[in-house]
């Protein structure tokens, strides 16, 4: 009879999410010889081999796939019950697992995350950033329980709800030679020298992604930041165009000597979606965070600076 215990279910997730063993294992914190012998231990369990190991690191066999979507599924009803059982006793209630999208993790979360996690002091939100169609993905395998995506993007069976809309705009210089235009195409922007997001970040890869289905183009990327108003900052010191949502363009145009011009690509208006599984699976304070993001905007209080409140983690 299989025997395998929640911490080789944990253990065994964390290596398929991460990757490899090695790697797996500081997440699970255990040292690696003891995650090693206990990935052996459940195949020689099992009888058949769990994954293939190279020296790129691990991929799942048919055996593999078909455990970690149990432990997953195993691994979520314990966090659950832990969550439900936690508030009786006056402990921490659990935690959500959140992806988004650049533009929502930036503009729209910060505001609603403070607003949910001063009325519910006892939960933590562990957010990671990642592009529309890694969230589907994920959200859809059990790794996380919402995701934010942009509209357009097909979500297949998970259930969505709407949650905001924006639109990317291009940012210039004041004098700039875009200055003033009534509107532009992304083809146009790309002949320019571009203050951008690092190359991690979710739009980066998104725009990249775009530039090259334009005939293979790319972008100029002059310099990398770690927010909208550091790339608004670098463009009106002439360093380059910038795009981000027009809520952070229009909010920056108050202080600084910058000019929005509309991008006329049709992927530039956003309609941010929430999606997830199953609504009634959630445990309760998950679901009432989902309620959180469904309210209409403008409800919740302002967050110096932009930054992310208290019980709030950036993956």
């Known amino acids: 009879m299989m025997r395998f215990d929640?911490?080789?279910?944990s253990l065994f997730r964390h290596v398929v999410e991460a990757g490899s063993i090695t790697h797996g294992a500081a997440r699970a914190n255990l040292a690696l010889a003891a995650a090693s012998a206990r990935v052996r231990g459940m195949e020689e369990t099992l009888g058949a081999a769990l994954l293939t190991r190279s020296r790129q690191g691990v991929a799942l066999t048919p055996a593999g796939r078909t455990l970690v979507a149990h432990a997953r599924a195993v691994l979520d009803r314990v966090e659950r019950m832990q969550g439900e059982l936690a508030a009786y006793a006056g402990g921490t209630v659990g935690q959500i697992r959140l992806l988004s999208n650049t533009n929502a993790l930036t503009e729209f979360l910060p505001e609603v995350l403070s607003a949910y996690l001063a009325s519910h002091p006892g939960v933590s939100v562990d957010i990671e950033e990642r592009t529309s169609d890694e969230i589907v993905g994920l959200v859809a395998e059990g790794t996380a329980d919402l995701g934010i995506v942009a509209g357009t993007v097909d979500t297949g069976s998970l259930q969505t709800y709407p949650f905001r809309q924006d639109r990317f705009v291009v940012v210039v210089a004041s004098g700039h030679a875009l200055d003033g235009r009534g509107e532009v195409g992304f083809a146009e922007v790309l002949e320019h020298d571009i203050v951008g997001l690092d190359r991690a970040s979710a739009?980066?890869?998104?725009?990249?992604?775009?530039?090259?289905?334009?005939?293979?183009?790319?972008?100029?990327?002059?310099?990398?930041?770690?927010?909208?108003?550091?790339?608004?900052r670098l463009v009106e010191c002439g360093v380059g165009?910038?795009?981000?949502?027009e809520t952070t363009a229009r909010r920056a145009i108050r202080s600084m000597g910058i000019g929005l011009v509309p991008l006329t690509d049709p992927w530039a208006l956003r309609d941010l979606t929430l999606c997830l599984r199953a609504l009634d699976a959630l445990p309760a304070f998950a679901r009432d965070f989902v309620a959180q993001l469904r309210a209409p905007a403008g409800f919740d209080r302002q967050i110096p600076n932009g930054g992310l409140p208290s019980g709030a983690r950036l993956g």
């Open 6 to 9: 929640l911490v080789d279910l």
């Open 203 to 232: 739009l980066t890869r998104f725009l990249a992604d775009k530039a090259a289905r334009i005939d293979g183009r790319t972008m100029r990327l002059r310099v990398q930041l770690r927010s909208f108003d550091a790339v608004c």
């Open 241 to 245: 165009v910038g795009i981000v949502p």
